[in-house]
T-cell receptor, first 107, second 117 residues
Framework: EIVLTQSPATLSLSPGERATLSCRAS??????LAWYQQKPGQAPRLLIY???NRATGIPARFSGSGSGTGFTLTISSLEPEDFAVYYC?????????FGQGTKVEVK | EVQLVESGGGLVQPGGSLRLSCAAS????????MTWVRQARGKGLEWVST????????FYADSVKGRFTISRDNSKNTMSLQMNRLRADDTAIYYC???????????WGQGTSVPVA
């Protein structure tokens, strides 16, 4: 099983700041890495797929990069609605696995 | 607009069974793999099971293998998850999601709650 480790667990930032979230895989997942956003009481929402492709309707302030075992989700300038939990997920191997999540909270 | 609506959740005793359903609209259902993902209260996301578009391939997490069965009826645009021998640690919100085989989970339902107690 591919283990995805996200860091940090919590990121405390102010609106307008840049957020950088990391996801590290226990073995290579190629570029088959996605990022999801989840707000309290809501279902997850796909943000980024295949490392760097924004899903439909996702603002350009969200970007993804990386390959192999190291990946980054960057939010260039935090908007109030961006404070949430973010998960990475791989579809390179079965079982599909998620990281444990990074909470982006208001500082 | 693609919509996924789960149903069938509810309180069940340990050792009991429950069948979840996911009704899809706004898409050519049989063209897409479908997946169940669950989330225990206050915890992260856990992939449970995926079924291919035509239903000929199924995949399961080790934690549910042998107890849960995923299926689909493309004529009715529905996917199901038959859950047997339920345990307390199966307690979670269960989401259905589009994709998961050769694509990400790009559309999610609102989830259905399954407390096992």
């Amino acid at each position: 099983e591919i283990v995805l480790t996200q860091s940090p667990a919590t990121l405390s930032l102010s609106p307008g700041e840049r957020a950088t979230l990391s996801c590290r895989a226990s073995q290579s997942v190629g570029t088959y890495l996605a990022w999801y956003q989840q707000k309290p009481g809501q279902a997850p929402r796909l943000l980024i797929y295949d490392t760097s492709n924004r899903a439909t309707g996702i603002p350009a302030r969200f970007s993804g990069s990386g390959s192999g075992t190291g990946f980054t989700l960057t939010i260039s300038s935090l908007e109030p609605e961006d404070f949430a939990v973010y998960y990475c997920q791989q579809r390179s191997n079965w079982p599909r696995t998620f990281g444990q999540g990074t909470k982006v909270e208001v500082k | 607009e693609v919509q996924l609506v789960e149903s069938g959740g509810g309180l069940v005793q340990p050792g009991g069974s429950l069948r979840l359903s996911c009704a899809a609209s706004g898409l050519t259902f049989g063209n897409y793999a479908m997946t169940w993902v669950r989330q225990a209260r206050g915890k992260g996301l856990e992939w449970v099971s995926t079924i291919s578009g035509n239903g000929d391939q199924t995949f399961y997490a080790d934690s549910v293998k042998g107890r849960f069965t995923i299926s689909r009826d493309n004529s009715k645009n529905t996917m199901s998850l038959q859950m047997n021998r339920l345990r307390a640690d199966d307690t979670a919100i269960y989401y259905c999601a589009k994709g998961g085989h050769m694509s990400p989970f790009d559309i999610w339902g609102q989830g259905t709650s399954v407390p096992v107690a």
